[in-house]
């Protein structure tokens, strides 16, 4: 591990009594909200668009960006790559030495300041990145590094649209590796590549790697991780091998040779965008080839010393020669992440969060608040599933059962708790998988069933 330290962030959700709670759920799906996610983070209270492509992000919503945000870091951390945090607006002058200034068009967001100097607000980080770490890195013996950010960026994106799929400001990993050699790049390249199957692995997500076009730097180390769903943007073209889930546990990511056998093993399926469509390999593949869209939720990509090289970074080698860096940058687009998974994961109720990521794990509903054995019995259950540590979001309101039911199957926490009057008396409470059985099982089982 280039790292070993422990990532000093952690998500502690607390449990929620709804009747104090902010959650504006809505009954009717907005007409300007064209795709499944959009309508459902609308409803489910999780945003609330602000201008054209930008997003408040209510407390639900905030919850779940939090959740993949910690996997974003925890699978970051796993691979070495160190925690920073880097200015959202920067200066003109910075990017004018990478030549990106001028080359950027007008997706980059131009800002003057009150003397009159030409700022923008980030769409990228890489000119930052690089002369932060010039100002830190004197020898050889600082390499490699992996650094990265979770960071708000803003692309002025000409067609905002899908809600957070895609916005103009959107929250981003950005990480960026330095390295000696091309070997050395080459395995930072990798360790990313591994972590980004394994961050979207552990979000319930099946990402497919595919070969991405590396533009006029060339090369064909890039790859977009890709969601498939009806709704994405890219045309992709893959191996029915990718359908099959992956196992990546078993590999160690500090074994260079062995790393890389797996991943070359990885890619003999065929996967790529339609930039970079290799019609012999899909012959290849012949009836087992499969076409579909798909959402881009990451890249990761090599690009040598594109930048240390234009920004005249170098480290003093072994020998005194300098070397210049060779660097690779790797995006996940968190919040579109949210997006993403909701597409992935809904039925026609609304949201069905994997584990991993919901914003609560159980939707406690009293169905008689006005019934005091029934409500004696709730509190009970809150208090010790919260004692427990169970994130529990606790339907406390005066409202018809049924319309505490579409909320907690809209807002698709994994489990409901049911708890109304006649099963109290019998001491029975209804257990529900949100998509899946309902049960009933013993009051006094309930909390050692959801801890
Ligand atoms: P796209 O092709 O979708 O415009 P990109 O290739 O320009 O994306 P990158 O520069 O690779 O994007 O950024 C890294 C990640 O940030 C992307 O893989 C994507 O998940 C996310 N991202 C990029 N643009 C947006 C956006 N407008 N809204 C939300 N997320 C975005
Ligand atoms: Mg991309």
Request: proline share 5%; glycine share 10%.
């Amino acid at each position: 591990m280039l790292n070993a330290g422990l990532s000093p962030f952690v998500v502690k959700s607390l449990p929620v009594r709804l009747s104090r709670y902010f959650l504006p759920v809505l009954k009717e799906t907005p007409g300007d909200a064209q795709v499944i996610s959009h309508q459902l983070m609308l409803r489910a209270g999780m945003i609330r668009q602000t201008a054209a492509g930008i997003y408040a992000w209510l407390p639900l919503g905030r919850r779940v960006l939090a959740k993949i945000e910690q996997i974003v870091r925890e699978e970051q951390v796993r691979a070495g790559a160190i925690e920073v945090l880097m200015p959202t607006i920067q200066s003109a002058d910075l990017w004018r030495q990478s030549g990106r200034y001028d080359a950027y068009g007008p997706e980059m967001l131009r800002i003057t300041d009150r003397h009159d100097r030409e700022m923008l607000f980030s769409p990228t980080a890489e000119e930052l990145f690089t002369q932060i770490f010039q100002n830190g890195a004197k020898s050889y013996r600082d390499l490699p590094k992996n650094i990265y950010q979770i960071q708000w960026k803003f692309r002025d994106e000409v067609r905002p649209r899908f809600g957070v799929l895609r916005g103009r400001e959107f929250l981003m990993k950005d990480a960026y590796s330095f390295d000696a050699d091309f070997a050395g790049a080459k395995h930072s390249y990798n360790r990313m590549f591994i972590a980004y199957m394994r961050t979207f692995a552990r979000m319930g997500l099946d990402a497919i790697p595919m070969q991405a076009d590396t533009g006029p730097i060339g090369g064909d180390l890039s790859h977009e991780f890709i969601v498939l769903a009806p709704t994405g943007e890219s045309d992709v073209f893959y191996h029915e091998n990718w359908l099959k889930p992956r196992d990546t546990s078993a590999i160690d990511a500090d074994d260079a040779d062995a790393l890389e056998g797996f991943i070359t093993g990885l890619n003999a399926d065929y996967a790529a965008t339609d930039e970079k469509r290799d019609l012999a390999a899909e012959s290849a593949a012949g009836d087992q080839l499969r076409q579909s869209k798909g959402i881009e939720v990451g890249q990761v990509f090599y690009f040598g010393d594109k930048y240390t090289k234009a920004m005249g970074v170098t480290v003093q080698g072994p020998d005194g020669v300098p070397i210049t860096p060779l660097m690779g940058s790797y995006g996940i687009g968190v919040s579109r992440l949210v997006g993403a998974i909701i597409e992935a994961c809904h039925d026609k109720d609304g949201i069905i969060w994997p584990d991993a990521v919901a914003p609560f794990k159980v939707a406690l509903i009293n169905l008689r608040v006005d019934d005091a054995a029934c409500a004696a019995a709730a509190e009970k259950l809150y208090a010790e599933l919260t004692a427990a540590g169970v994130e529990v979001l606790y339907d406390d309101r005066d409202e018809r059962g049924g319309a505490k039911f579409a909320t907690a199957d809209l807002i698709g926490l994994p489990w409901q708790l049911v708890v109304g009057p006649k099963g109290v008396a019998a001491g029975i409470v209804e257990l529900k998988r949100r998509g899946g059985e309902r049960v009933e099982i013993a009051l006094a089982d309930a909390v050692g069933r959801l801890s």
